[in-house]
């Protein structure tokens, strides 16, 4: 489903450093999430939002920050990366009524 | 919370046969949808295929059949017919039956299924 983008695809840092991760969706969906996914761990929900200017935390939340000035964004951000956050991010969309929940194609993320 | 457990890491099938990937949860909701995903090593999230938890019929695709024993709380998915494609990490997930934010999806731990020819 092309209406959900995820950028970059593959990005590599350093421990310390700031990085935002990118999520797009053209559906106009009011509710956002993210996850990453660590084998041996499935995926683990970061945070949700339920609309603009609406975000909550999800199971793994430290060290993350989320914000959503408008619907359709929903980046992501490592304030202070670890090598713990190394991890394949998802983020994923649903309409209120819909049922189904459209995956981005993830980022893979490596702090060095 | 609801949790969801797949406890095979890996499973493999040879091309052609049948497979079947266990997934056990544990909720005290009586109403819920039941997920398989399936990834590709694009990295991809394929919904393969949904049961309501409220449906006694069992949900079929194509290939893929669930066995959804709603008492003993299991949700397993059989592939018939296994073909190379078929060869991925398989996602078992719930859903609480209310809409948008708690359409978040509780995930297991995932299975790798490898086929061979």
């Known amino acids: 489903d092309a209406g959900i983008t995820q950028s970059p695809r593959y990005k590599i840092t350093e421990t310390g450093r700031q990085v935002t991760l990118m999520c797009h969706q053209t559906w106009s969906h009011s509710y956002m999430f993210w996850y990453r996914q660590d084998l041996g761990h499935g995926l683990r929900l970061i945070y949700y939002s339920a609309a603009a200017d609406i975000t909550d935390k999800g199971e793994v939340p430290d060290g993350y920050v989320v914000s959503r000035s408008k619907t359709e964004n929903f980046p992501l951000t490592l304030e202070s990366a670890t090598r713990s956050q190394t991890s394949v991010y998802f983020c994923?969309?649903?309409?209120?009524?819909?049922?189904?929940?459209?995956f981005g194609s993830g980022t893979q993320l490596s702090v060095l | 919370a609801q949790t969801v457990t797949q406890s095979q890491p890996e499973m493999s099938v040879q091309e052609a046969e049948t497979v079947t990937l266990s997934c056990t949860y544990d909720?005290?909701?009586?109403?819920?949808?039941l997920f398989w995903y399936k990834q590709p090593p694009s990295r991809q999230m394929i919904l393969v295929i949904r049961?309501?938890?409220?449906?006694?019929q069992n949900a079929t695709e194509n290939r893929f059949s669930v066995n959804f024993q709603k008492a003993a709380k299991s949700f397993s998915l059989k592939i018939s017919d296994s073909q190379l494609g078929d060869a991925a990490m398989y996602f078992c997930a719930y859903r609480s039956p209310e809409t948008g934010a708690n359409s978040k999806l509780t995930f297991g731990k995932g299975i790798t299924l490898s086929v061979r020819p």
């Open positions: 049961q309501e938890a409220y449906k006694q």
């Open positions: 909720t005290s909701e009586s109403d819920y949808y």
């Open positions: 994923a969309s649903v309409g209120r009524r819909n049922e189904k929940l459209f």
